[in-house]
């Protein structure tokens, strides 16, 4: 399974902007790894995060008509980027098939409830690539709710029995803290749950993680799979032959979670 | 519920080419309907049938690569053309949920199999419009297989109890005979089931029926609503005005298909 960060597939401050040199080059990146059975999952970027906010959609439903028509068009967007994103892959030869989270999963607190995944097996089955995507769902409890791109990559690669997982961002890795900020920052190869367990836990682990920004969240869903025993690790999907090298089973750098 | 044909909102002999003016229009009129409680199903026109055709979706899968990628294909252009629906539905001020037949509905034969109704009927209780297509689908079993939006909406009709079905396309309704050809063809204003029997058999029923061109098929799917005493009318969505009428209960040419 890949997950390609919505700050990868799309350029982050600017609404509306697929990141197109890089959809493109993922596209090769994917059909030159020769890989058989993989499932696709990509975020929102500038196409979810903004619309989503402006409508408040992960606080659920009021009540009021506008915010219907914010979900529509928060959903509507993702659709077009995703429609982007398999165009690019189908004209490398890949028989990418968009999977369209909102039209068969419901969520209940913004959790997955059990959805019917028999299109998903029967397509993987055939040959097929499913691209699927963070998207608008409805919520039993809130009405609507965003699922997130991680939660949902997470949820299939345990259900669907994955074998690894592979999560393209616009980063490294992990890192000891900001290496923005602090030089002397440490690069994380591997990350246990144990040390994260500690740092959700406020009580801190067996050394400093810097989890600044939306990898917090993306870092909680991924443990699901971990501990499902899938490999989960995260790359940079920006540099250039790092997603063909991971999916081909090469070296690459980038940080492993493991089991501990 | 209504269906708005292929040829309706496409420009049907160029390719890939959307009617934006009829879709602008039929948005503003189902808008102006003030219809609160309705499921909207477009077909494909010339987003769906020449790359269907070209691919042979129809026939099912024979284990071909380039088929597979032509099913992406005809599926990520039925995609385009759902987007540009919805987004003009969503612009005059309506909450257009679009849903995607191909990733939870299955076939068998090319008959819907009993696919997940959850989030269209929670979608419906919340307020929104669901803007489904004809599309391709995966079939238990050929691999594949066309789901025409004619046997979508039909289905779906019966399923959601629908109280009634109206279908634009680029005609006014049932002639005795071809009214292109034949001047003293007389328009149909109620057809039977019993008179489309005699049909459907080759028979003849107590009268002459023109089913020229792809009416046949559409006529089979929807005597099924009827026989579920659903009332089925066919009307000219290319009239400025007709689906507007028909939405509001008012008064409108067409050709109503009728129990008997």
Chains 1, 2 share one sequence.
Do not use: W
Not at 25 to 50: C, F, K, M, N, T
Not at 60 to 68: I, P
Not at 93 to 108: D, N, Q, R, V, Y
Not at 136 to 143: A, I, M, P, S
């Amino acid at each position: 399974m890949l997950k390609l960060g919505g700050s990868v597939v799309t350029v982050k401050d600017r609404f509306l902007t697929p990141n197109i040199e890089a959809i493109n080059r993922l596209a090769g990146e994917i059909a030159d790894s020769r890989v058989q059975r993989i499932v696709i999952v990509h975020g929102g970027g500038s196409y979810g995060h903004p619309l989503a906010a402006k409508y408040r959609i992960a606080e659920g439903h009021f009540g009021e008509k506008h915010q219907l028509i914010g979900f529509s068009e928060t959903h509507n967007a993702m659709v077009s980027l995703n429609r982007i994103i398999v165009k690019a892959l189908i004209d490398r030869g890949l028989p990418a098939f968009s999977i369209s989270p909102s039209s068969f999963i419901m969520t209940k607190h913004g959790r997955i409830c059990d959805p019917p995944l028999e299109v998903l097996k029967y397509a993987i089955n055939m040959g097929f690539m499913p691209v699927s995507y963070g998207d608008t769902v409805l919520d039993h409890e809130r009405g609507f709710a965003i699922l997130s791109g991680d939660q949902l990559i997470s949820f299939l690669a345990v259900k669907l029995g994955a074998e690894k997982v592979i999560v393209g961002v616009d980063v490294d890795g992990l890192y000891t803290s900001d290496p923005k900020i602090n030089p002397s920052a440490q690069f994380i190869e591997n990350v246990t749950l144990e040390d994260l367990k500690g740092l959700a836990s406020g009580v801190g682990g067996s050394r400093s993680i810097d989890v600044t920004g939306g990898m917090m969240g993306k870092i909680f869903e991924l443990t699901l799979p971990v501990m499902n025993g899938i490999e989960v690790m995260i790359v940079n999907a920006l540099k250039p032959g790092n997603i063909c090298r991971a999916l081909s089973g090469e070296n690459v750098k980038g940080t492993k979670i493991v089991k501990g």
